[in-house]
């Protein structure tokens, strides 16, 4: 009797799913969890605390990653607020829009706003200079290990390409413009801001 039960669970496992050697828990579906390209840009958001709240301990903000998961982070702030006037979360100087094209040679990120390049690069300018025929303002940047060999069609006002090459030292990059303009760079947090007119 006993064999008998056994021959009968082994038999019913078997048959009872249509491939008895798939996992019992499904994958999640990563479309789940892919970030969502149509929700627009954060701009500001105001709240206010309630009557009694005397001091901001700290602020804890959720967020989405490029891969889809979700994480938080907690700044400590322990200062002492005024609930009468409201707090505000704010992208501070925005440089966003949904009209913002983004362009990458890894490991450097760029875009173009207005007359402006942004280089996203926490690395050293070693020299900059301008080439003519065509116009190209050259950028000699501290070099990692990795070889940088390619380059980019931008055909936007001002900015024609963008390409990057290794050398022994220094990664060259190469900005090649639609006109002949001066310019000028600046540094922002760990942007290069290259501005021509």
């Known amino acids: 009797m006993k064999k008998n039960l056994i021959i009968f669970f082994i038999f019913y496992a078997l048959i009872g799913r249509e491939n008895p050697f798939e996992p019992v828990v499904n994958p999640k579906d990563s479309s789940e969890n892919s970030i969502q390209d149509s929700k627009g840009y954060f701009e500001a958001f105001d709240f206010k605390l309630p009557t009694t709240a005397r001091i901001l301990k700290s602020v804890s903000v959720t967020y989405q990653n490029i891969d889809g998961s979700i994480d938080t982070k907690t700044f400590n702030i322990d200062k002492s607020i005024d609930w009468h006037y409201p707090l505000s979360l704010s992208q501070k100087n925005a440089l966003v829009s949904e009209e913002t094209n983004y362009y990458a040679i890894k490991p450097f990120e760029f875009f173009v706003k207005d007359n402006k390049l942004y280089i996203h690069s926490a690395e050293n300018i070693q020299r900059s200079f301008v080439l003519p025929t065509p116009y ?51 540094k922002e947090d760990e942007y290069y801001i290259i501005s021509v007119k």
């Open 136 to 186: 190209r303002i050259i950028i000699d940047i501290d070099r990692k290990t990795q070889n940088i060999n390619q380059s980019i069609d931008i055909s936007k006002k001002y900015y024609s390409k963008i390409s990057i090459g290794t050398h022994q030292n220094f990664y060259r990059i190469v900005i090649t413009l639609d006109g002949q303009y001066r310019y000028k760079i600046d």
